[in-house]
């Protein structure tokens, strides 16, 4: 699996757009990319999901260029409950089709909004 | 409709004891995956059921097992405990997938802390 580098931490305030860059130089052509978000004492939850170009669903946008080595999420008009670790994974598409697979998480990157 | 659920929700255990903690997946979910996050750290794979089957292992050693029941419900045991142990347990589930939806997807519970003394 292609590792993942994001930064980790970034800070912002309420109302902003947030984007946080994920980077997967190696990324290879069965992989897709998702992000998961965790708020403390809590497991991580499921934010979104792609494999190239723009996903927009109604919590965040990914914004995956061309030649798929990083992808963006987009945080829109943040509030101080965005406040969480943010994981960028990327997973084997061949592999897990039909069934599911260990999750790799790195460290993530620490989102802290104020107000 | 219940997500998935944990228990129990803290444990205290000393250096050298055994453990059990027990995971009901999300209602239609078939398998059953068990993470390791230490403070600060992104959860870390342990293993994974499939029809009561281990069927794919993290990096962890022969002292984690588990077992999952025909209820699709599972148990994480961690023997002789170490220091080290101390950390969020997290058991997620996930569907067998058929058709449309994501790949991979998988539900988080809330976790059981353990801490070894």
């Known amino acids: 699996l292609a590792k993942t580098t994001q930064p980790i931490s970034m800070d912002s305030y309420e109302g902003q757009e947030v984007n946080i860059t994920c980077s997967h130089n190696?990324?290879?052509?069965?992989?897709?990319i998702t992000w998961y978000q965790q708020f403390p004492s809590q497991g991580p939850r499921f934010i979104i999901q792609?494999?190239?170009t723009k996903v927009t669903n109604e919590v965040a946008s990914l914004f995956i260029p061309a030649d798929r080595k990083s992808s963006t999420l987009s945080l829109p008009r943040v509030s101080l409950s965005d406040t969480a670790v943010y994981y960028c994974?990327?997973?084997?598409?061949?592999?897990?089709?039909?069934?599911?697979?260990?999750?790799?998480f790195g460290k993530g990157t620490h989102l802290i909004i104020q107000p | 409709d219940a997500g998935v659920t944990q228990s129990p929700t803290h444990l205290i255990k000393t250096r050298g004891q055994q453990v059990t903690l027990r995971c009901s997946p999300k209602?239609?979910?078939?398998?059953v995956s068990w993470y390791q996050q230490a403070l600060g750290q992104g959860p870390q794979f342990i293993f994974q059921?499939?029809?009561?089957?281990?069927?794919q292992r993290g990096n962890f050693p022969d002292r984690f097992s588990g077992h999952q029941f025909p209820n699709y419900s599972s148990e994480l045991n961690v023997n002789a405990l170490l220091l080290g142990d101390s950390a969020l347990y997290l058991c997620?589930?996930?569907?067998?997938?058929?058709?449309?939806?994501?790949?991979?997807?998988?539900?988080f519970g809330p976790g059981t802390r353990l801490t070894v003394l």
């Open positions: 994974l990327v997973g084997d598409l061949l592999h897990s089709g039909g069934g599911a697979d260990g999750l790799t």
């Open positions: 059921y499939y029809e009561e089957e281990e069927r």
């Open positions: 792609g494999y190239k």
């Open positions: 190696n990324i290879a052509t069965n992989d897709y």
């Open positions: 209602s239609g979910h078939d398998t």
């Open positions: 997620a589930s996930s569907a067998t997938r058929t058709s449309g939806g994501y790949y991979n997807e998988q539900f």
